[in-house]
């Protein structure tokens, strides 16, 4: 016969095993670092996970931003603040290619006269050094 309580635990189990595997699915991609002021921007930088973070998951992640702006290469940016030090913000911009994902984080702050890249930090987090020197050669 029907026993409606070992229905609803039935139906109880599955959910929560639904959500266990969908949930390790989503932990399986790795996050990036958040935009904070705790957070040191070449960290930010370093780890920003580039080319997999997609443009639903960074809003998701980050929240809106304060601006959206077209970059010099015609890419979509996205402005975020994230907090000031000494009056001046500290301001991180995602760059998003033409098929919605995250490229590169462009950070700019009180402490740097230009902006740095995350592109540029994980370039530089090569251990070769002859390579950090002369760039890479045509092609490479």
């Known amino acids: 016969m029907n026993n409606p309580t070992?229905?609803?635990?039935?139906?109880?189990?599955?959910?929560?095993?639904?959500?266990?595997?969908?949930?390790?699915?989503?932990?399986?991609?790795?996050?990036?670092p958040s935009f904070s002021i705790n957070n040191e921007p070449a960290d930010v930088l370093r780890n920003y996970p580039l080319g997999i973070i997609k443009e639903k998951e960074a809003f998701a992640h980050h929240g809106g931003p304060i601006r959206k702006v077209v970059l010099p290469n015609g890419n979509q940016?996205?402005?975020?603040?994230?907090?000031?030090?000494?009056?001046?913000?500290?301001?991180?911009?995602?760059?998003?290619?033409?098929?919605?994902?995250?490229?590169?984080v462009l950070h700019k702050d009180s402490h740097y006269?230009?902006?740095?890249?995350?592109?540029?930090?994980?370039?530089?987090?090569?251990?070769?050094?002859?390579?950090?020197t002369l760039g890479p050669a045509p092609g490479e």
């Open 6 to 32: 070992k229905n609803i635990i039935t139906i109880l189990v599955a959910t929560c095993l639904i959500a266990l595997i969908t949930g390790g699915a989503l932990a399986a991609k790795q996050m990036p």
């Open 77 to 104: 940016g996205w402005l975020y603040k994230a907090g000031e030090k000494a009056g001046v913000p500290s301001v991180y911009i995602l760059e998003i290619s033409g098929e919605g994902v995250v490229i590169d």
């Open 113 to 132: 006269k230009i902006g740095h890249s995350a592109l540029q930090y994980q370039y530089l987090s090569d251990t070769n050094v002859e390579l950090k």
